[in-house]
């Protein structure tokens, strides 16, 4: 079965500009959870998602992140206008019911 | 405040050495805990996880890990370590199953030769 799947890798932006981050679950996974990990810290959680409610999102930084899971698939993570402490690498996570988690590989965001 | 708290950031064990690695946690009740371990390029990897019952937990890739009430603690383990471990590892916490996580910053290991 494919594992849950991030895109881009990669990503290199100026300050200010927008950038989108996708998460594609494993199918069938209800919850979808966004994490992030800054250089030298920790991974912190962002937000959860069941189906495509939002039943948590405590963790989200400001009002520049926005998360959205139409269809309760997949998920984007947008951050606009991104400022430099946004850089970290991101990672999304999915299960089903109170099963293990399974993580992506990560995004890497740089802002320059 | 919940928290994990992982107290070495890089431990160098030699390879077939034994290798412990250590995580407390804080929190009011018995926590659901886990380890997760990411290699360079791959995601985070569930190695083991405990909810309840027996305190020593066996996990793949031959790791352990006791959880010990009276410490606050979480300890993994492994008795002969390969040089396929060198990775970073994390000890995580949640209040219940299926809900986020509350990681640790993680402890890179190296492996020598």
């Known amino acids: 079965e494919a594992g849950v799947t991030q895109f881009p890798s990669h990503s290199v932006i100026e300050k200010g500009q927008t950038v989108t981050l996708r998460c594609d679950p494993i199918?069938?996974?209800?919850?979808l959870y966004w994490y992030r990990r800054v250089m030298g810290k920790e991974i912190k959680f962002l937000l959860h998602f069941v189906k495509e409610s939002k039943q948590d999102e405590s963790g989200m930084p400001n009002n520049r992140f926005l998360a959205e899971r139409t269809g309760g698939t997949y998920s984007t993570l947008k951050v606009q206008p991104a400022e430099l402490e946004d850089s970290g690498v991101y990672f999304c996570?999915?299960?089903?019911?109170?099963?293990?988690?399974?993580f992506g590989q990560g995004t890497r965001l740089t802002v320059v | 405040a919940q928290s994990v708290t992982q107290p070495d950031i890089h431990i160098t064990v030699s390879e077939g050495a034994s290798l412990e690695l250590r995580c407390n946690y804080s929190y009011g009740a018995t926590p659901y805990l886990f380890w997760y371990v990411q290699s360079p390029g791959q995601g985070l990897q569930l190695l083991l996880k405990?909810?309840?019952?027996?305190?020593l937990v066996q996990g793949i890739k031959g790791f352990e890990a006791e959880f010990k009430r009276s410490q606050s603690s979480f300890n993994l383990r492994k008795p002969s370590v390969h040089w396929s471990d060198a990775a970073e590892y994390f000890c995580a916490l949640a209040n219940q199953a299926g809900t986020a996580l509350i990681f640790g910053k993680g402890t890179t290991l190296s492996v020598s030769s």
């Open positions: 996570a999915s299960n089903y019911g109170q099963g293990r988690a399974f």
């Open positions: 405990y909810f309840s019952g027996d305190t």
């Open positions: 199918s069938g996974h209800d919850n």
